[in-house]
């Protein structure tokens, strides 16, 4: 366990890499703030993880749900748990939704809505706790993203311009906060076995339901948590996690136009 436990915050627990992330942290002996919609998913992955991990009570676990497609809501959230935590060290940005339709398939109400969840809510969570770690002149945001916002996919164009927001966000949130302290890691997965397939949206806006081939075979989410939190602790200011997808990020940087006429044919669900 830790010498000095830190407080954790981790949107998207309740499932996937979220959870993962919250049973890495809570096996170190920090406390975890869990954060979803759903009040009952949450309670059982902090009965679940409590019963499982030695040295762990429920006691190390925070629940506090949110819903990240409700941003005006969440900044009287942060306040109450600042009352209640008084101090946190980590925001793990894990929530969000993907997509899987055609553009020219996707009406604008579908890309408006995985924006309001990917993008809004992720910096309205992040611009109402930001006055906390400025104070303390201490603090790190990490920000899962997806390899899908270094490089685009097609199937996927709302999810890739949601994430590629995201890293123009942060990267410019990095330059303006540097001399507070705060640490900015842009976090990028890419096929991991979760089930982000099964709720991504299709252009009539209800869930896919099918899982992507690639993404049930990928990396297990407690693998990829485990590789996030190493990376976290080196307050790494990228972190790529994955196998054999990982080259694309390079050919994205040194031979795009490859790139482009691979993903043009690429089997993506």
């Not at 009406?107 to 993008?119: G, T």
């Not at 990267?171 to 303006?176: D, H, I, K, Y």
């Not at 302290?181 to 997965?189: A, D, L, Q, W």
């Amino acid at each position: 366990m830790n010498q000095t436990p830190k407080t954790v915050w981790i949107t998207g627990a309740s499932s996937g890499i979220g959870r993962a992330c919250a049973e890495v942290y809570a096996a170190k002996g920090d406390r975890v703030i869990l954060s979803s919609r759903r009040v009952d998913a949450l309670e059982k992955v902090a009965d679940d993880l409590s019963h499982r991990l030695p040295l762990v009570s429920k006691s190390s676990f925070v629940i506090a749900p949110l819903d990240l497609a409700q941003p005006d809501s969440l900044h009287g959230i942060v306040k109450k748990v600042l009352s209640d935590v008084v101090t946190v060290d980590i925001v793990i940005h894990c929530g969000g939704i993907s997509q899987r339709s055609l553009a020219i398939d996707t009406p604008l109400e579908v890309d408006r809505h995985v924006m309001e969840i990917d993008y809004f809510g992720t910096i309205a969570l992040t611009k109402a706790l930001l006055p906390h770690f400025v104070k303390r002149q201490a603090g790190q945001f990490a920000v899962v993203t997806s390899l899908m916002g270094v490089f685009s996919s097609p199937m996927r164009s709302g999810y890739c311009g949601a994430k590629h927001a995201l890293h123009g966000f942060f990267e410019a949130l990095r330059a303006e906060h540097y001399k507070d302290g705060i640490g900015i890691t842009m976090v990028c997965p890419g096929f991991i076995a979760t089930d982000i397939s099964l709720n991504a949206l299709v252009g009539n806006g209800s869930k896919q339901g099918t899982m992507d081939k690639k993404t049930g075979a990928g990396m297990s989410p407690l693998d990829c948590a485990k590789r996030l939190v190493k990376g976290l602790e080196k307050r790494r200011s990228e972190i790529l996690i994955g196998r054999s997808e990982l080259i694309a990020v390079y050919l994205k940087r040194f031979f795009p136009g490859l790139l482009r006429r691979i993903m043009r044919k690429a089997a993506v669900t």
